[in-house]
């Protein structure tokens, strides 16, 4: 078998996606990965060749085309790791490990799903609305709840409604959509529905997680979560990602390794 | 002619000087997917202790300024299901295997080295003394020349296996310490273990770790490791792996020319799982390109006036 080692592959797009310069998109050209590459996976990325910032960074695949080998990861610049990222330029080349970590599981064609994004947790949604849908799911089962603090954070809100699915954009603030957080959406559109014939994707802020692991577990939900963490090895060995279960707090997963992605009542939030 | 890498350390022979250091490499099976294993000159296991342990609580590393603080406390699944669910892999690679042990009595310690001795399939012991993380036991026992001296003894009587003593800098004299250890019947020691460490988040003023403290470790460690194998190596006549901060080729030239007669990847591992091929890969081009026939060729080789 083929191992996953590090490649360098070269940058084919780095551009910012909004006026602040907060939200960017990466485009890694010839990612040539030895294994398949699935929703709910991640790269792990030396975003500089120096020693400061040391660890690699973590960042979910919002998309990944085998034919064209491009690899598609937006991102939000939160610290010293994101910010580094940003300045790299068309043409360099980035040292990229992956893919790494579990995937999303296929929901029975029964259901109707609900995909649930805050802040930044959209990119890998994209991807699994997109792989969901080529494995014969119609447009009308996906709902695509799009939740941001405000207008300005909804930054791929055009390419998730040409996806063809129902999309319910939500704002803290009600500058657009829904006013109120994403799961309150989540909870009052699916409130006619038979809780059995639910099954749920999230993926987001910790808080958000929390507050939809809690209120769709309660409605009787399936489904699954997609956590981030920072990760100094993204490879199970160095312990470090680690959370605690719901069962019993003094067991712990690996988000890097067992995850990221998690059943839904799986892990303490 | 390819340069031979092979060292042999207390009768055991490495295909090459290039070790995997404890608590960096799992139990060597979350990295088969990632590296050949067999390339290795050797593994060494996370520390096991008598009964699994869960570790301490997130948040459990911080990123630090070429480097980062740990404090993983000891996770590990306990000698019982070590021996029944990773020493199966581990006998089917063609590297040489050396457990870590650690405890936070002599009894632990000894029972543990008792039922590997048992089990088989061990090649070598490192005595886990230097762990920074733990309330009781661990850097104790290797903080205390004394204390070193009985818990070395004590296992030495329960095991056939050859023991290598990891030693903490966090001491004094870590001359004293190495002595120590060979004087309990230490085959070798390596060093360094990780140095205590600490960092605070200056927006909620916690500590970085949830244990307060942890070891720092990576290439802002590597200075005085480097330092530390060299006094032990012109002091004490005893077998050295070094160990702290190696990432690069050069990196592991150092601590061969100051005294290292093998060498352990740490932290570089989380970085780059390829990171010791890289290393082998490395050493053997440097020999090369000056014609040295051996590792040998370089091992204390260092050209200090005094």
């Given at each position: ?79 010293k790791g994101?910010s ?149 090895c ?5 312990l ?22 998690f ?7 | ?6 060292v ?50 997130p ?24 021996i ?26 000894v ?29 104790e ?63 909620d ?45 050069a ?23 390829d ?22 060729d ?9």
């Amino acid at each position: 078998m083929k191992k996953i080692i590090p490649q360098y592959c070269s940058i084919a797009d780095n551009r910012r996606l909004d006026a602040d310069g907060r939200y960017f998109r990466l485009k890694v050209a010839d990612f040539k990965p030895v294994r398949p590459v699935y929703p709910g996976q991640f790269v792990h990325i030396k975003v500089a060749d120096a020693y400061d910032p040391f660890f690699r960074r973590a960042f979910s695949i919002a998309d990944y085309d085998p034919a064209t080998r491009r690899l598609e990861i937006i991102y939000k610049v939160v610290g010293k790791g994101t910010s580094t990222l940003a300045i790299r330029r068309k043409g360099d080349s980035l040292d990229v490990l992956g893919p790494l970590g579990n995937r999303f599981s296929a929901a029975s064609k029964t259901k109707t799903v609900a995909l649930v994004a805050g802040g930044i947790g959209f990119p890998p949604l994209i991807y699994l609305a997109k792989a969901l849908l080529s494995r014969g799911f119609s447009g009308d089962q996906l709902l695509f709840f799009y939740g941001g603090r405000t207008k300005t954070d909804l930054i791929e809100l055009r390419r998730i409604r040409a996806l063809g699915v129902h999309v319910f954009p939500c704002t803290d603030d009600g500058s657009y959509g829904f006013k109120g957080f994403v799961t309150e959406a989540v909870m009052q559109r699916l409130a006619d529905a038979n809780p059995k014939g639910v099954y749920i994707y999230g993926c987001g802020p910790e808080p958000m997680l929390a507050t939809l692991q809690e209120s769709a577990m309660r409605r009787g939900y399936a489904g699954e979560l997609s956590l981030e963490a920072p990760m100094p090895c993204g490879v199970g060995v160095c312990l470090g990602c680690i959370k605690p279960t719901l069962d019993n707090p003094r067991k712990y997963v690996r988000v890097c390794y067992d995850g990221p992605v998690f059943k839904l009542g799986e892990v303490k939030l | 002619m390819k340069p031979d890498l092979r060292v042999d350390i207390a009768g055991v022979t490495f295909k090459n000087p290039v070790l995997t250091a404890s608590g960096t490499f799992g139990y060597g099976e979350e990295f088969a997917d990632l590296i050949d294993l067999d390339a290795l000159g050797g593994i060494v296991t996370k520390s096991i202790t008598l009964h699994e342990r869960p570790g301490h609580p997130p948040p459990r590393t911080c990123e630090t300024a070429a480097g980062m603080l740990n404090a993983i406390g000891l996770a590990n699944v306990g000698i019982e299901r070590f021996i029944d669910e990773k020493i199966p892999f581990l006998k089917t690679l063609d590297t040489v295997i050396i457990v870590n042990v650690a405890g936070s009595t002599i009894g632990e310690y000894v029972e543990v080295c008792r039922r590997l001795e048992k089990a088989g399939h061990v090649d070598m012991i490192e005595l886990n003394v230097s762990c920074p993380n733990v309330d009781e036991g661990g850097m104790e026992f290797g903080t205390d020349e004394a204390s070193l001296i009985r818990i070395m003894t004590a296992v030495r009587e329960v095991t056939t296996r050859p023991i290598i003593a990891k030693l903490s800098p966090n001491v004094t004299s870590i001359v004293a310490m190495a002595r120590a250890a060979k004087e309990g019947g230490a085959s070798a020691v390596s060093l360094i273990n990780t140095l205590v460490g600490m960092a605070v988040n200056v927006h909620d003023w916690r500590p970085s770790l949830s244990n307060t403290t942890g070891g720092l470790s990576g290439p802002a460690i590597k200075p005085v490791a480097v330092a530390m194998v060299y006094k032990v190596a012109r002091a004490v006549d005893i077998p050295i792996i070094g160990i702290g901060g190696i990432t690069t080729p050069a990196d592991a030239v150092e601590f061969h020319l100051v005294g290292a007669r093998a060498i352990q990847i740490g932290t570089a591992n989380f970085i780059d799982p390829d990171a010791g091929m890289k290393i082998i890969a490395g050493l053997r081009q440097y020999l090369a390109e000056r014609r040295l026939g051996s590792i040998h060729d370089i091992i204390g080789k260092v050209k200090t006036s005094s």
